[in-house]
């Protein structure tokens, strides 16, 4: 459902801007698509939390029985918060990193999570610990491929999860302490092609198919995450029947290798969410550059979000879509502009690339008191939002497919900001 212009300038009355908007048929038609994706028996899904951490999406996933991938101790705090239950049998929760920071290991003793440990030293901290459950192991295989090339997962110049070569080591040394390990996990990437993605989450199954005797204890497999979203095209998506195929035929050769049935598991985050939020801000003003000699110059539509709000442009060069509300593109008098953040910093622009260029894109005309909705923002967006500047975090909201709004959040405060000051 794409909200009407009325209902968005309503909601700008009432909480201001900017504001988060979460669509929620377009998430449970996701956490559809995963379900599908695990419906072969011996197949579960997680889902990377830190992709959108809220406690509603938590619960949503909850009852769809999607289970979660934690990357820290809060994070771990979140799901149980939301309902989830703690423990190894099954492991509900599961804590990947590759260092245990703050109150980490603390949640994983007290609550009795799952670790998936990514480096060797953490092996020896749980011992020290008095750790003496299960354990996953988090694999780097050699290769990988992240959805940017500052973002790859596997391979020679990832900094996750231990090298494939060094697992034998790493299983004397969990024997050694009395920790049995239950499952292997490797996170690769994908890139932003169906057919990369098949080729390497394939290639890793059979990478896992050839560990799996060296690992008599393992239950499980995961594959991590890696789906991609198309960002430029909604309409253009991974196919999901192949993929389904592709997992099951995966499980059917892991059980083969082990000689005894291997729980298969994925790990998606941004498939989940990324589409089924859109970050609401104003345009304040509009302004141009003159050309200079060197035929350089832009016109901005200066809003009132920035990197604070959504850092992938910023970060990466990533692309969101944008949509002037209650202007189409395709009946609109347009013109290339450039959307521009209100931040003291060069870089608090949404309309750039990977080299840190302006990209200007072509939109309605627009005049200041225009609302714009930046596209599929719901992975990575709050989540990774900060109170640099001192600003608050940008409250939360909730459409139901009736129309009904629920806050998800509230916009945050100075108090807030000064709270742990003292």
């Not at 291997?262 to 345009?283: D, F």
């Not at 000699?293 to 832009?298: H, I, L, N």
């Not at 709000?309 to 969101?320: F, I, K, N, T, W």
């Not at 072509?362 to 200041?368: H, I």
Request: charged share 20%; net charge negative.
């Amino acid at each position: 459902m794409t909200p009407d212009s009325t209902l968005l300038h309503s909601l700008a009355q009432q909480v201001g801007t900017p504001f988060w908007l979460y669509d929620s048929s377009v998430i449970r038609q996701r956490i559809a698509d995963i379900r599908f994706l695990t419906e072969g028996e011996g197949i579960q899904a997680r889902f990377a939390m830190k992709a959108c951490p809220a406690t509603k999406i938590l619960r949503e996933m909850k009852e769809n029985g999607i289970w979660i991938d934690a990357v820290s101790g809060n994070e771990v705090l979140r799901a149980l918060h939301a309902g989830y239950a703690p423990g190894n049998n099954p492991p509900q929760v599961c804590f990947t990193a590759d260092v245990f920071r703050d109150n980490a290991l603390q949640v994983v003793l007290e609550h009795g999570i799952l670790p998936n440990v990514g480096s060797p030293g953490m092996i020896a901290e749980l011992a020290r610990a008095g750790y003496q459950g299960p354990i996953s192991i988090r694999v780097n295989p050699g290769f990988g491929h992240g959805h940017v090339n500052s973002c790859d997962t596997g391979g020679p110049s990832s900094k996750h999860g231990i090298w494939f070569e060094d697992l034998a080591e790493t299983a004397r040394s969990a024997a050694r302490a009395g920790i049995r390990v239950v499952m292997l996990h490797s996170h690769i990437g994908s890139g932003p092609k169906f057919q990369e993605l098949h080729e390497n989450l394939t290639r890793l199954a059979a990478e896992f198919a050839e560990l799996l005797p060296q690992f008599p204890g393992v239950e499980a497999v995961s594959l991590g995450g890696g789906i991609p979203h198309n960002y430029r095209d909604p309409n253009v998506q991974i196919p999901l029947e192949p993929l389904q195929r592709m997992f099951a035929d995966c499980r059917e050769k892991l059980c083969a290798a082990a000689g005894r049935p291997i729980r298969l598991e994925i790990e998606p985050g941004r498939y989940y969410v990324a589409p089924g939020c859109s970050l609401i801000t104003k345009v304040t003003d509009i302004k141009q550059t003159r050309t200079n000699e060197k035929g350089q110059g832009a016109t901005f539509a200066m809003v009132d979000a920035g990197f604070v709000d959504l850092v992938r442009p910023a970060m990466y060069g990533s692309y969101h879509r944008i949509d002037v509300v209650g202007k189409d593109v395709a009946h609109a008098e347009c013109e290339s502009i450039v959307v521009a953040g209100p931040l003291c910093e060069s870089g608090d622009i949404f309309t750039r690339d990977e080299s840190e260029l302006l990209v200007p894109r072509l939109l309605p005309k627009m005049e200041p008191g225009d609302l714009l909705s930046i596209r599929d923002a719901g992975a990575y967006g709050y989540a990774m939002s900060s109170n640099y500047n001192s600003i608050g975090r940008a409250p939360q909201l909730w459409l139901e497919a009736d129309g009904t709004v629920e806050t998800m959040s509230r916009r945050e405060t100075l108090a807030d900001l000064l709270r742990a000051e003292g």
